[in-house]
T-cell receptor, first 114, second 110 residues
Framework: SAVISQKPSRDICQRGTSLTIQCQVDSQVTMMFWYRQQPGQSLTLIATANQGSEATYESGFVIDKFPISRPNLTFSTLTVSNMSPEDSSIYLC???????????FGPGTRLTVT | TQLLEQSPQFLSIQEGENLTVYCNSSSVFSSLQWYRQEPGEGPVLLVTVVTGGEVKKLKRLTFQFGDARKDSSLHITAAQPGDTGLYLCAGVSGTYKYIFGTGTRLKVLA
């Protein structure tokens, strides 16, 4: 298993600004994942972050809008750039440390863009 | 595009009732996971099923993986208010390839 913390837990930001979300894991993991979730709805994968290489983005998500850093095996950041109200959502990071690919999620960051 | 459809989308039941949530796809998965998410928290893994036809029990929860590994069900017996939450299935294909279902929001009334 893994214990994941995220900062901030929530934020209210103005249109046009950027927010960086931090994700810290209590053990070393190869892959980290970033998801977006509208309240009460399912998860949409933004990107997969492997330490030491560029993140892999899913269709509809681009690096200029959602730059990701992965400086070591326990930490990652996701930046939401040039925010608009459509970026208001919950952002979750997760890891899958075991052989079965079972994911462990952080508590999420609730972002509101005004 | 792979899709995982869950039904029902919403379910509100009385404490003590039974319910079944379905997770269906036209794609084959190597395994399927079920998660429960409560407000303000991330999803928490309940179970992983790997073999076609596999049945796993977790107290009052029974999970089944379809024979063809395209679908799954979650049955809750004698639901309790603590079962309230968003239930998500996730199909796994390949390494680190996850497709999350559309979600089922369950509310159990005392």
């Amino acid at each position: 298993s893994a214990v994941i913390s995220q900062k901030p837990s929530r934020d209210i930001c103005q249109r046009g600004t950027s927010l960086t979300i931090q994700c810290q894991v209590d053990s070393q993991v190869t892959m980290m994942f970033w998801y977006r979730q509208q309240p009460g709805q399912s998860l949409t994968l933004i990107a997969t972050a492997n330490q030491g290489s560029e993140a892999t983005y899913e269709s509809g998500f681009v690096i200029d809008k959602f730059p990701i850093s992965r400086p070591n095996l326990t930490f990652s950041t996701l930046t939401v750039s040039n925010m608009s109200p459509e970026d208001s959502s919950i952002y979750l990071c997760s890891v899958a440390p075991g052989a079965k690919g079972e994911q462990y999620f952080g508590p999420g960051t609730r972002l509101t863009v005004t | 595009t792979q899709l995982l459809e869950q039904s029902p989308q919403f379910l509100s039941i009385q404490e003590g009732e039974n319910l079944t949530v379905y997770c269906n796809s036209s794609s084959v998965f190597s395994s399927l996971q079920w998660y429960r998410q409560e407000p303000g928290e991330g999803p928490v893994l309940l179970v992983t099923v790997v073999t076609g036809g596999e049945v796993k029990k977790l107290k009052r929860l029974t999970f089944q993986f379809g024979d063809a590994r395209k679908d799954s069900s979650l049955h809750i017996t004698a639901a309790q208010p603590g079962d309230t939450g968003l239930y998500l299935c996730a199909g796994v294909s390949g390494t680190y390839k996850y497709i999350f279902g559309t979600g089922t929001r369950l509310k159990v009334l005392a």
